[in-house]
């Protein structure tokens, strides 16, 4: 029987709620998740990209949240993302019309995500740009970044946020034009270009 020195944490070792929880995609994912423009909208963009962890590897259980502005900037205060039925409580989902700017996606089996958005207006002296969550395995604490979308350089060189993050890594703040509406972005949590995620006090 091997003993462990349990005053010691270095001779303990870790559980699997400690590697491997917590669990989000029971009860949070819903249908329809990902599509934050109304069907049809001119407007209309695709975001889409993989959720890597530390070691590269593609997470199949991650949440991805978006808030975003409409295309005038302004922060739709509506409500309609989640729908209940009041007779059953069984998700309606959305209405189809109004445009929340709130969405949640789960990664599929090879990590991958997307949704479809209203390309957001600038706010003040901010670039164009979607506010992020990420939920996955072993965070205990949920990651905040943003998307910028390429196109405006001026507005993303006088974007007062991307100024104080080191040139190096901006790129990772800012999605990748793939032509026809789509933008790409990965989210790295850890490692060789990883994201750079933001600390709100």
Avoid: K
């Avoid at 975001?47 to 590897?57: F, K, N, P, T």
């Avoid at 991307?162 to 850890?190: C, H, K, N, S």
Wanted: proline letters at 10%; glycine letters at 14%; a negative charge.
């Amino acid at each position: 029987m091997t003993r462990i020195d349990t005053d010691r944490p270095e001779s303990v070792l870790p559980t699997p709620s400690h590697t491997v929880g917590p669990f989000y995609g029971y009860a949070l994912p819903f249908p329809g998740g990902g599509d934050l423009a109304p069907v049809g909208h001119p407007d209309t963009i695709t975001l889409q990209g993989h959720v890597y962890d530390g070691a590269g590897e593609p997470l199949p259980d991650a949440l991805v949240e978006l808030w975003g502005p409409d295309p005038d900037g302004t922060v739709p205060r509506v409500d309609g993302s989640i729908r209940r039925d009041p007779a059953t409580g069984g998700h309606l989902g959305r209405n189809g019309v109004e445009f929340t700017g709130w969405g949640r996606i789960q990664t599929d089996a090879a990590g991958h995500w997307y949704a479809r958005t209203l390309r957001p207006g600038p706010r003040g002296s901010c670039a164009p740009c979607l506010s992020v969550c990420v939920f996955a395995r072993g965070l205990l604490v949920h990651l905040f970044t943003r998307i910028y979308l390429p196109g405006d350089e001026a507005a993303l060189a006088a974007d007062p946020l991307l100024a104080r993050v080191a040139p190096e890594r901006r790129g990772t703040l800012i999605a990748t034009d793939e032509g026809r509406g789509t933008y790409r972005f990965d989210i790295r949590l850890q490692g060789e270009g990883e994201t750079v995620f933001l600390e709100y006090r």
